[in-house]
T-cell receptor, first 109, second 116 residues
Framework: RKEVEQDPGPFNVPEGATVAFNCTYS??????FFWYRQDCRKEPKLLMS???SGNEDGRFTAQLNRASQYISLLIRDSKLSDSATYLC??????????FGTGTRLKVLA | DVKVTQSSRYLVKRTGEKVFLECVQD?????MFWYRQDPGLGLRLIYF???????EKGDIPEGYSVSREKKERFSLILESASTNQTSMYLC???????????????FGPGTRLTVT
């Protein structure tokens, strides 16, 4: 089993739709969790950290479920500019950041 | 804003050449990292450094070395470039662990290296 797993997609959704991605992790001792956005041939950019209580930033909501070992990202009112690959990152302590291979999102006009 | 810069966006080198990739961050971060990203494999850690002159091997250090002589600068060296080192190389930095908190990483724009 991979340490961090994501559905590669692509998720094709119309503008204005709500879309959700999940990411599962295998190490129950994982400490911190992040979502990054990566555009084609560009570097990953931090979208949001994921806190135990869940957190929201505008149209984006992140949740952590430690019991089932997954994190989720919800995007409401999708925009064309949200089209990108979304990377889930799990930290297993100090310097060990484990990256998922990403979920591709295409928002269609 | 955190700024992480890398010396080249695109680089083409021949097999056997020694290659230097440089990364500079301006946020006084303790930690710096070098990753490579390949399709279907995600980001894989080559080396990281948690302080000046300190380095630790990541998951795929073979064929690479690093240097951190100053806090803001972390260099990746390919001792003798090979075609299987053709990849996107990403540098990242973060604050060190304080009070058990893990901090997010910030990435440079990447260097797309082709070895022919």
């Amino acid at each position: 089993r991979k340490e961090v797993e994501q559905d590669p997609g692509p998720f094709n959704v119309p503008e204005g739709a709500t879309v959700a991605f999940n990411c599962t992790y295998s190490n129950s001792a994982s400490q911190s969790f992040f979502w990054y956005r990566q555009d084609c041939r560009k570097e990953p950019k931090l979208l949001m950290s994921v806190y135990s209580s869940g957190n929201e930033d505008g149209r984006f909501t992140a949740q952590l479920n430690r019991a089932s070992q997954y994190i989720s990202l919800l995007i409401r009112d999708s925009k064309l500019s949200d089209s990108a690959t979304y990377l889930c990152v799990v930290n297993e302590g100090t310097y060990k950041y484990i990256f998922g291979t990403g979920t591709r999102l295409k928002v269609l006009a | 804003d955190v700024k992480v810069t890398q010396s080249s966006r695109y680089l083409v080198k021949r097999t056997g050449e020694k290659v230097f990739l440089e990364c500079v961050q301006d946020m006084d971060h303790e930690n710096m990292f070098w990753y490579r990203q390949d399709p279907g494999l995600g980001l894989r850690l080559i080396y990281f450094s948690y302080d000046v002159k300190m380095k630790e091997k990541g998951d795929i250090p073979e064929g690479y070395s690093v240097s951190r002589e100053k806090k803001e600068r972390f260099s990746l060296i390919l001792e003798s470039a090979s075609t299987n080192q053709t990849s996107m190389y990403l540098c990242a930095s973060s604050f060190g662990t304080r009070d058990r908190e893990i901090y997010e990483q910030y990435f440079g724009p990447g260097t797309r290296l082709t070895v022919t």
